[in-house]
């Protein structure tokens, strides 16, 4: 009987090795797939929603219930705000899904550690918020919830950028 002997270098081991998915990458990637399957929902519902939102308000003005002035004048920021993202909703709604699949894409690619997709999901992060303010100006800044759906961004690009260490290909 022979006997067979099998060397294995080192070197060409690794290079078959799949390197585990760091945990804190994994996490976001998983935030990051849920925030856009949530983010294409809300797109694409958009129109509905600021018909819905426009209904409420006129119900809410019609109705004769005592509203103070500050939230008649809040109500009016608000109305001319929805009233701009109808008129521009055609691209606000083209801007959002790019920006989703940017950061879908790029999320992908960095489950496979890949570089590109850092800058790809960046990409994505920023393409709807530059676009936003080209269509919408500061008029879109009429409350709380406006300013935190810019922080989600900002949070997520930092939490990305520590993850960046594990990004080898």
């Known amino acids: 009987m022979t006997e067979t002997n099998f060397t294995t270098d080192s070197g060409n081991l690794s290079e078959f090795q799949v390197q585990p998915l760091p945990r804190g990458l994994n996490v976001l990637t ?3 797939f849920i925030g856009s399957a949530l983010g294409a929902i809300f797109t694409f519902a958009t129109p509905w929603l600021m018909k819905f939102s426009l209904n ?17 004048a ?9 009233e701009l993202t109808q008129t521009n909703m055609v691209p606000l709604i083209v801007i ?13 690619m960095m489950r496979k550690l890949k570089k590109d997709g850092f800058w ?34 900002v949070l997520f690009i930092f939490l990305y950028s520590m993850q960046r260490k594990y990004l080898v290909k």
Not at 56 to 72: C, F, R, V, W, Y
Not at 96 to 108: N, P, T
Request: proline share 4%; charged share 10%.
């Open 56 to 72: 409420m308000m006129n119900k809410a003005s019609e109705a004769g219930t005592d509203l103070t002035p500050k939230q008649i």
């Open 96 to 108: 959002g899904a790019a920006g989703i699949m940017l950061c879908f894409i790029g999320a992908l």
């Open 30 to 32: 998983i935030l990051t």
């Open 120 to 153: 790809i999901y960046i990409a994505g992060q920023v393409l709807p918020i530059i676009g936003s303010f080209a269509l919408l100006g500061m008029a879109q800044f009429t409350g709380v919830t406006s300013y935190f759906m810019f922080l989600i961004p």
């Open 74 to 82: 809040d109500m009016e920021a608000s109305r001319k705000v929805i």
